[in-house]
């Protein structure tokens, strides 16, 4: 860009900045955007920043409180972005600074805040310090900003422990040396082209400070902090002793997650955050063993939010979702963090799907099921989502009822994991798939060139267009819902629900005049008339003082 913008600089200070919601983030609702997958602005396949400005105005009147963007930094694209190799420039696939930097103040024109993606625990293997750490050998001090090891065996030939990449395989890879002989390993949790920092380099943490503040200078609302449980590694970096290790993550403290060092860290960062005006927020994807660890990291002086893996992993059933939402309010409370709610985001099978197989199949399926029977439990347990007290978080095309698209060819895969012998299917493609924006066109409104990944043809019915207007339709649905939210004072923000009594199989809970009662079975039952019906996901029978709700249905009544 031509000139930074500092925090105090009048110019520059949105109208969000300057006469803030106190506390805004406790009850937002948070609108995922992938932005290759939003709205391609030049016909080229692949969507962009400035597709994604051209389409804020929809998310608007969505009714969304914040924007939240996946990674759109300078990439070699390994994985989505996710390996950034400089993280104060925009790809040129996306666009520009200047074209971020009208994003932002576009949103902020029309009341949206911007949450951008940072990614600190590892950067690409073409950011400037990781190459010049390779080209200058053993005993390049830039090789201490990152993990590198010598290897086990005779000849070093072997892994330095046996940790294991969460795309699979071993978690190290060998470099070459400048000299042609095989040389140090480095440590990398995700893709080969991912290498781990090293936090306890003062070098590193300096930097990242100094990323926050580029960005916050230029106008966004905060960060979502990618793998923000992966950056402390254990002391010694010991052995795990045991394979499968995916089948471990959330259950356990692994010596590369969690760790407790992190906190000190997110206290350093949360300083910095609060020299600017506005209640910027911090966003945590922290995949922690149990909600109570979770927690720690929304402690008053850490990060704001924490996204709830807990109740996305949660099967359709009443006992468990009544289970997950009791230990989570019971977390966040003596913390006085809000709770978030998440269904679905870009690294797990949207749920319009998963609740179309039976449960069990966790969030990684590659399987169609019941596509009507999905639907139907998608819109009830976004109901159910939408109503707890907290902060809710929608992935782009949810509130279209876009289910994934399970029959990609394999040509056209391209989730790094897909091309790890050992490690996971590539299941991620799946719910990356552009979304529709109308009927007709080389990919319904998406763009003038096409997909960067196939659309199947069903998406015509289900585009912005073929929805809008249409009563029962999930994004009217979605539209009502997000009204009515944002109009009832009993919804949003809190810390807790009173539950009702309910038939086997159905939720029913009381906020001040809102009540929201969920039936998480096959078959309809009777429950009392609470009052006026605000919204329902379906079709149910109201008398003077009782109600028949069809199986997989949520509906939501005022009292006052």
Known sequence: MSQQHSAADPATTSALATTPRSDWWRDAVIYQVYPRSFADSNGDGMGDLEGVRSRLPYLRDLGIDAVWLSPFYASPQADAGYDVADYRAVDPMFGSL????????????????????????????????????????????????????????????????????????????????????????????????QPDFNWEHPAVGDEFRSILRFWLDIGVDGFRIDVAHGLVKADGLPDLGAHDQLKLLGNDVMPFFDQDGVHAIYREWRLVLDEYAGERIFVAEAWTPTVERTANYVRPDELHQAFNFQYLSTSWDAAELKDVIDRTLDAMRPVNAPATWVLSNH??????????????????????????????????????????????????????????????????????????????????????????????????????????????????????????????????????????????????????????????????????????????????????????????????????????????????????
């Open 98 to 193: 200047l074209d971020a930097d009208a994003l932002i103040r576009d949103a902020h024109e029309l009341g949206l805040r911007i949450i951008v993606d940072l990614v600190p625990n590892h950067s690409s293997d073409q950011h400037e310090w990781f190459k010049r750490a390779v080209a200058e050998g053993p005993g390049s001090p830039l090789r201490d900003r990152y993990h590198f090891r010598p290897g086990k065996g005779a000849h070093g030939e072997l892994p330095p422990n046996d940790w294991e990449s969460i795309f699979g395989g071993p978690a190290w890879t060998r470099v070459t040396e400048p000299d042609g002989t095989p040389g140090e390993w480095y440590l990398h949790l995700f893709a080969p082209e």
């Open 347 to 560: 690294d797990v099978t949207r749920h319009a799907t998963r609740f179309a197989n039976e449960p069990g199949l966790g969030t990684q399926i590659r399987l169609a099921g019941d596509r009507a029977l999905g639907l139907r439990r998608a819109r009830a347990a976004s109901l159910l989502m939408l109503a707890l007290p907290g902060s809710a978080y929608v992935y782009q095309g949810e509130e279209l009822g876009l289910p994934d698209v399970v029959d990609l060819p394999d040509e056209v895969r391209q989730d790094p994991a897909y091309f790890r012998g050992a490690g996971q299917d590539g299941f991620r493609d799946g719910c990356r798939v552009p979304i529709p924006w109308t009927r007709a066109g080389s990919s319904y409104g998406f763009g003038a060139g096409g997909s960067w990944l196939p659309q199947p043809a069903e998406w015509a019915d289900l585009s912005v267009e073929a929805q809008t207007g249409v009563a029962d339709s999930t994004l009217e649905l979605y539209r009502t819902a997000l009204s009515v939210r944002r109009d009832q004072r009993d919804l949003g923000a809190g810390d807790s629900v009173e539950w009702l009594k309910a038939p086997a199989g159905v939720l029913a809970f009381r906020r001040g005049d809102f009540v929201c009662v969920a039936n998480t079975t096959s078959e309809a039952v009777r429950i009392p008339a609470y009052g006026r019906v605000l919204v329902a996901s379906g079709e149910l029978t109201v008398t003077d003082d009782e109600a028949k709700l069809p199986g997989d249905t949520t509906v939501w009544w005022t009292t006052g």
